[in-house]
């Protein structure tokens, strides 16, 4: 599976932004993969933001974006978004997606495919 990542930008505070993933793979091996997007801040670690079961019915958030942002998927077009709204400086980051076995997992260990990550700057 090949994932490409794409849709960052530099926005203000407050604004909104939506980034893509489209994965580079036969649909059945798509649509059977929980997708998940972390994020990576100059500096420190990637850290989980979002993911979504592969049915896309289940989500789960990190505390940092609940409220703000929302994971999608659409596996005709082997496709996962997110929406980020309300940005805020500290979410300046690389954000990557990838491919895992579930909406809960959270750490970076547990997710075996990867994009290159498409950079999201945000201004105060």
């Known amino acids: 599976v090949q994932l490409q990542a794409s849709g960052g930008g530099l926005v203000q505070a407050g604004d909104s932004l939506r980034v893509s993933c489209v994965a580079s793979?036969?649909?059945?091996?798509?649509?059977?993969?929980?997708m998940g997007w972390f994020r990576q801040a100059p500096g420190k670690e990637r850290e989980f933001v979002a993911a979504?079961?592969?049915?896309?019915?289940?989500?789960n958030y990190a505390d940092s974006v609940r409220g703000r942002f929302t994971i999608s998927r659409d596996n005709s077009k082997n496709a996962v978004y997110l929406q980020m709204n309300s940005l805020k400086p500290e979410d300046t980051a690389v954000y990557y997606c990838?491919?895992?076995?579930?909406?809960?997992?959270?750490?970076?260990?547990?997710?075996?495919?990867w994009g290159q990550g498409t950079l999201v700057t945000v201004s105060s």
């Open positions: 793979s036969s649909v059945r091996t798509f649509s059977r993969d929980a």
């Open positions: 979504i079961s592969w049915t896309g019915r289940t989500t």
């Open positions: 990838a491919s895992g076995p579930s909406y809960l997992a959270t750490s970076v260990n547990e997710f075996g495919y």
